[in-house]
Each structure stands twice: as structure tokens, then as C-alpha cells.
């Protein structure tokens, strides 16, 4: 299966600043990726699919970019809604496969 | 609209089965696989199997081969899995969920429904 190594694993980072989440895959996936947002007590919402699209309703402060191996999820400007925790998601090997998160903390 | 919603939360004794539904409302039940995915208390999300309501196939994750079935009534828009001989590290949240308009992501999830598994 395809490991993907999300970085860092937690980050403290203030209301406004620019915040980028790393997911390394073990193999090449093409652009098959997908980003979550996840706050506690409460499923996970999609952000991007195909590493770069945004999904409907989610604010253009996030974005995605990258192929093959390595993929970013970028936040532009932090608010105060954003703190939470950040997953990528494979689907171009099967079994899809997790990162193992990255919480974003508030500092 | 278009929702997912699961059954509530379970406490099970070690060995004995669980089974969870998911019911989907507001699009075509046999038209999307659903996907099923487990979270332990404070840990990242685990992908465990997917079913096509249409034809019932199946696929599961290599560590849950043996232990979990998934199944649907089609008549009430309705995925089930279910887990046996659970131990105490099956101990989780489970949530359905399903990729409508995409290829590549989950777009729907459920509410979730939290397994506990004690003696």
C-alpha cells in the first residue's frame, strides 16, 4: 500500500499568518489527492480533490498544488476557524491510504 | 439533501459483532460505493473497505479480511458493516462515507458512530 508522510505533525501558528502542510508519497500518484479538514468531535470535510481543486463552499484560502510524489495544502491567511486537524488521502493505488494528520494548532 | 446518517453509538463486549448502518438521502443510493472509515480516540483515520450498493460487490482492507462484512438493503437506502470478534483496539469512531461528485475524495460523510468494545 501507499504510505503518505504528512508534515510537520502539529504546527502553532497565529490568526493570519500563511501556513503549508506537506504530504510525501511513497510512490508516484499522479494528482490523485485529496485534502480534509477535521475538527473534534466531528467528521472530516473535504477541502481538494485532485490535489488542486477546490471543493464548493470552501474558502479560496485554501489551495493545493503539487503531483506525482509530493503535495502541499496551503492556507493563505490562518482564521480563527481554520485551526483543526489536516489530512491527505490517496486514491490512485487501492488500497486509498492516509497521511497521518496534521494538527494546526493556535500559538 | 444529500446526507449520510448513521446508527448511534454501541457498546460491545470483547468477541461479539457490531453492525453499523448508513442511511443516504437526497441522491440514488445504487448509484455511489460507500466507503467505510474508522478513527481510534485521538488517532488518524483508517480506510477500511468499500461496497456498490448496486451489485453488492465488495472490497476490503487486508488487516479487516475475515472480520468485516458489508452489506445493503437498497429498499431503504441503507449500507450496514459489520465487525466480529472485536477486541478492545477496535475501539472507535466509524463513519460511512461516499465520493458523489468526484472520483478522487470522499464529498460525503456521516455523523459517525463510536464503537465502544469493554469487558
Known amino acids: 500500500a501507499i504510505q503518505l508522510t504528512q508534515s510537520p505533525s502539529s504546527l502553532s501558528a497565529s490568526v493570519g499568518d500563511r501556513v503549508t502542510i506537506t504530504c510525501r508519497a511513497s510512490?508516484?500518484?499522479?494528482?490523485?489527492l485529496a485534502w480534509y479538514q477535521q475538527k473534534p468531535g466531528k467528521a472530516p470535510k473535504l477541502l481538494i480533490y485532485?490535489?488542486?481543486s477546490l471543493e464548493s463552499g470552501v474558502p479560496s484560502r485554501f489551495s493545493g498544488s503539487g503531483s506525482g510524489t509530493d503535495f502541499t495544502l496551503t492556507i493563505s491567511s490562518l482564521q480563527p476557524e481554520d485551526f483543526a486537524t489536516y489530512y491527505c488521502?490517496?486514491?490512485?493505488?487501492?488500497?486509498?491510504?492516509f497521511g497521518q494528520g496534521t494538527k494546526l494548532e493556535i500559538k | 439533501q444529500v446526507q449520510l446518517v448513521q446508527s448511534g453509538a454501541e457498546v460491545k463486549k470483547p468477541g461479539a459483532s457490531v453492525k453499523v448502518s448508513c442511511k443516504a438521502s437526497g441522491y440514488t443510493f445504487t448509484s455511489y460505493d460507500i466507503n467505510w472509515v474508522r478513527q481510534a480516540t485521538g488517532q488518524g483515520l483508517e480506510w477500511m473497505g468499500w461496497?456498490?450498493?448496486?451489485?453488492?460487490?465488495?472490497g476490503y482492507a487486508q488487516k479487516f479480511q475475515g472480520r468485516v462484512t458489508m452489506t445493503r438493503n437498497t429498499s431503504i437506502s441503507t449500507a450496514y458493516m459489520e465487525l466480529s470478534s472485536l477486541r478492545s483496539e477496535d475501539t472507535a469512531v466509524y463513519y460511512c462515507?461516499?465520493?458523489?461528485?468526484?472520483?478522487?475524495?470522499?464529498?460525503?460523510w456521516g455523523q459517525g458512530t463510536m464503537v465502544t468494545v469493554s469487558s
Open positions: 462515507a461516499s465520493s458523489l461528485a468526484y472520483e478522487n475524495a470522499f464529498d460525503i
Open positions: 488521502q490517496q486514491f490512485n493505488n487501492y488500497p486509498p491510504t
Open positions: 461496497m456498490n450498493p448496486n451489485s453488492g460487490n465488495t
Open positions: 485532485d490535489a488542486s
Open positions: 510512490q508516484g500518484i499522479s494528482s490523485a
